[in-house]
């Protein structure tokens, strides 16, 4: 069965003190990984989509990696309007219509 | 403004009762989803919409029942609401190719069933 495990459920950093989110997962054939932030009340917000191993990609202090097994959202420097929930989630090649979400990771930024 | 927009943002309503929610996208998307979030955070589908046509139909009671009118509607109508029923219920669409943009979410209708 898909699933994927978001790690750590909470994570409170210091303004600038850089760091990395995980998300593990297990799908029958990934077609694409993608990372969306939510903010309390909305709903989510895309950011990436990376599709094979050894990908990277960049959008301002935010830098999204894959492997064969696992995603890392690093975070550089955050400032507080960094802080959100980030959540990850995968498609599967079987199952193109639908994508499997994990619990998220809520992250809280101090001034 | 493009986007999804979801009504109502609030719902709540005592047990038994028979709801609906309304969704409309103007993306231009041929595709859309209803997604419900529990109270852990946790998004898990529910229905999936493509050009009217139900293509996804995960395990739920069949007291919901999902209608698309047009490929820029769905709507969702909850049949003697329970309990359970309580969480946030996200509209979302996207290109019928979405591993390139991802899904477009509304802004979530926070369902309380008393």
């Avoid at chain 1, 079987?94 to 994508?99: G, H, P, Q, Y």
């Avoid at chain 1, 499997?100 to 001034?111: E, Y």
């Avoid at chain 2, 050009?51 to 395990?59: A, F």
Wanted: aromatic residues 10%.
């Amino acid at each position: 069965e898909d699933q994927v495990t978001q790690s750590p459920e909470a994570l409170r950093l210091q303004e600038g003190e850089s760091s990395s989110l995980n998300c593990s997962y297990t799908v029958s054939g990934l077609r694409g990984l993608f990372w969306y932030r939510q903010d309390p009340g909305k709903g989510p917000e895309f950011l990436f989509t990376l599709y094979s191993a050894g990908e990277e990609k960049e959008k301002e202090r935010l830098k999204a990696t894959l492997t064969k097994k696992e995603s890392f959202l690093h975070i550089t420097a955050p400032k507080p309007e960094d802080s959100a929930t980030y959540l990850c989630a995968v498609q599967a090649r079987s199952s193109a219509s639908k994508i499997i979400f994990g619990s998220g990771t809520r992250l809280s930024i101090r001034p | 403004d493009t986007a999804v927009s979801q009504t109502p943002k609030y719902l709540v309503t005592q047990m038994g009762n028979d709801k609906s929610i309304k969704c409309e996208q103007n993306l231009g998307h041929d595709t859309m989803y209803w997604y419900k979030q529990d109270s852990k955070k946790f998004l898990k589908i529910m229905f999936s919409y493509n050009n009217k046509e139900l293509i996804i139909n995960e395990t739920v009671p069949n007291r919901f029942s999902p209608k698309s009118p047009d490929k820029a509607h769905l709507n969702l109508h909850i049949n003697s609401l329970e309990l359970g029923d309580s969480a946030v219920y996200f509209c979302a669409s996207s290109q019928e190719t979405i591993a390139n943009y991802g899904y477009t979410f509304g802004s979530g209708t926070r369902l309380t069933v008393v």
